[in-house]
């Protein structure tokens, strides 16, 4: 007999950690929470309906405490994510709002924190800013995750799942993802996530295939479906077709060995064929990053991006709490530098409790704009990065420096930190080298200028493009005109390098244009001293800069300064570049 075989469908979304994929779909979902009963509680009830919300509060906090002394060996280093949920679900905006709510309006306590979690998340989410962005997911989850307790309703124990398969779920909290036993799960797709959320950070440094932010991808994947997950380009294939099969087999395959060879190679130097040593840098955003970055043959972190420590807290962190943090990366890297970056925030969000009114807020009081506004923040950051700096080999980078009188008094900040802890006792490297991200296209016009202050550069292009070209960094509709390759960024990173070569000061790169290796020849070529990147990113671009001649890209440049469009650019090094890396070849477009 025939068997009629459902059509395949086709899922685009986020490509959060890359990889190949194909098993059967496990569908944890958030079912029970989403219909939320709104009824009236009379005055003699409220402080009942209040002590029934803390109960929840309380069953929640029970769950992640259990969650957290259970975490398998391999995952410890995530229990902190765990320890933020914890302290989240007492926090003011959500804790204090939904008791107020309840008293003052009346109504039952789901409804009261469906209400304030809502408004916590938009606010969230209102933040320009893509990791802060993604702040909202965690109020989301441990939202649901009081709702369930309140609601009564079960979630499914991942500890249960006894075969190998591809979760699927709305969202995966950190609890979530610490109990996966890592030999059963093959891959992760979720409704919702981006790309610096929990769970691909988490998917990346597992190196498991994940796609995200697919949005219908629970109400289109029932359970047992097959799935196909390409983490690389983000495609989710449900029930593929017998040939769609056959292809992604092979190509699961092909990328496995690409890995085993590049992981294989991936110590080596990345000294190009004319002999000089480039250094591939790792961006980490938490300390547990760390780990991949050597494994996968870093030599040092090129961009230590230190928002993280900052959110989802009632209070800012200590000058001890920060200083711990930043010792230990520094340890496990040293003698390898640490390239520590200042907050790098959006107004005055950081805090929990308060909201910020600014309308542009990416034009506004943001990253170095904030701390010079706020001493009483920057200055146990600044003292903490100094300290830190006696335990190893510290850089320390400034973001977004738009303007001459910025990094003078951001130096002369830095300068009375260090006369603090000359006073209180405390050791620090005299000579810790003061870095400036060119991430603005002011700072590239005065890079001469800023060149006097500083001992090295780094170029932030994914601030950079987007400042340019006006073009919002997250807006789909105008993702047309992001282009790296296009030429008003490569003359501005020419004009960037040229001029520190002349000023005797070393310029690094630490924007995702530099983990694409099909930009490596240009970057090689514009005399860009270090890259940094993703650290799974680094073993390709390492592998690439061996197969290049520093002299042969210096002499390619002067063909690249003649074309005028991206496209053109793209086109020039895909038919000079592309045999090289065959297996990455295919992703440039
Ligand atoms: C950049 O802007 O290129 C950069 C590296 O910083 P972030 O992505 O953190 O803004
Ligand atoms: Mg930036």
């Known amino acids: ?28 979902g958030s079912e029970g929470v989403d219909v939320v009963e709104t009824y009236y509680i009379g005055d003699k009830d409220l402080q009942k309906e209040i002590k029934r919300f803390k109960t929840a509060v309380k069953g929640a906090k029970d769950e992640l405490r259990a969650i957290s002394e259970n975490v398998p060996e391999d995952l410890r280093k995530y229990s902190d994510i765990i320890e933020t949920h914890m302290v989240l679900l007492k926090d003011k905006m959500l804790y204090d709002k939904t008791i107020d709510t309840i ?16 408004d916590v998340k938009s606010m969230f989410k209102s933040i320009p800013d893509g990791y802060l962005k993604e702040r909202a997911y965690d109020i989301e989850q441990v939202s649901d995750r009081i709702m369930h307790n309140l609601m009564g309703s ?56 994940a796609v995200l932010g697919l949005e219908t991808a629970t109400s289109s994947i029932k359970n047992d479906d097959l799935l196909i997950i390409d983490g690389t380009t983000g495609i989710v ?3 593929p077709e017998e040939q769609t ?20 190679n991936s110590q080596l130097r990345a000294e190009t064929k004319d002999g000089v040593h480039v250094k591939v840098m790792g961006n980490i955003e938490l300390p547990e990053e760390v780990s991949s970055v050597i494994d996968l043959g870093g030599d040092g972190i090129g961009l230590y991006r230190t928002e993280f420590q900052y959110l989802n807290r009632p209070s800012f962190p200590s000058e001890d709490q920060l200083f711990t943090k930043y010792r230990e990366v520094v340890e496990i890297m040293a003698p390898k530098p640490v390239t520590i970056r200042t907050l790098d925030i959006n107004g005055d969000k950081a805090i929990a409790n308060s909201s910020s009114d600014e309308e542009n807020p990416a034009l506004g009081l943001r990253a170095i704009r904030y701390c010079l506004s706020r001493p009483d923040v920057f200055k146990p950051q600044l003292r903490a990065i100094l300290r830190a700096s006696a335990f190893g080999n510290v850089r320390i980078l400034f973001p977004l420096i738009s303007s001459y009188h ?30 400036v991200m060119i991430e603005v296209p002011s700072a590239v016009t005065i890079a001469d200028l800023l060149a006097n202050e500083a001992d090295f550069f780094s170029i932030g292009t994914n601030d950079l493009i987007q400042y340019s070209f006006a073009v919002d960094r997250g807006n789909k509709q105008v993702a047309y005109l992001y282009r790296a390759l296009d030429p008003a960024i490569i003359r501005m990173i020419k004009h960037v390098s040229d001029v520190c070569k002349k000023k005797n000061i070393k310029v690094f790169m630490c924007g995702e244009m530099a983990g694409d290796p099909i930009n490596t020849p ?8 270090e890259l940094s990147m993703s650290p799974q990113s680094m073993p390709a671009v390492k592998s ?40 990455q070849a295919s992703l440039w477009k």
């Not at 007999?1 to 944890?28: F, H, Q, V, W």
């Not at 609890?175 to 996530?193: L, P």
């Not at 890209?553 to 090094?573: G, Q």
């Open 1 to 28: 007999m025939p068997i009629t075989k459902s059509k395949e469908i086709r899922l685009k979304g986020i490509n959060a950690s890359p990889g190949i994929c194909i098993g059967k779909a496990y569908l944890i």
């Open 103 to 118: 008293k003052n309006e009346h109504v039952n306590a789901e409804w009261a924190l469906r209400k304030v979690a809502t």
């Open 154 to 209: 079960d979630r499914k124990n991942l500890k249960e799942i006894s075969k190998r398969v591809i979760l699927v779920a709305h969202d995966l909290s950190p609890a979530d993802t610490s109990q996966i036993e890592i030999d059963r799960i093959m891959g992760f797709v979720t409704d919702r996530g981006g790309r610096a959320s929990h769970t691909s950070i988490i998917a990346r440094a597992l190196e498991i295939p």
């Open 237 to 239: 294939i449900i029930n």
């Open 245 to 264: 099969l056959v292809e992604f087999e092979e190509r699961r395959i092909r990328y496995a060995e690409y890995k085993i060879a590049f992981i294989k």
């Open 406 to 435: 910025e990094i003078v008094e951001t130096r002369k900040m830095l300068k009375e930190a260090a006369h603090s802890l000359d006073s209180d006792g405390l050791a620090y490297n005299k000579n810790m080298e003061v870095g």
């Open 522 to 529: 240009i970057l090689l070529g514009l005399g860009i001293d």
């Open 544 to 583: 690439m800069i061996r197969s290049l001649e520093v002299k042969e890209t210096r002499s390619f440049i002067s063909e690249v300064m003649e074309k005028v469009t991206a496209s053109d650019i793209l086109e020039l090094l895909k038919s000079r570049y592309s045999n090289i890396l065959p297996e």
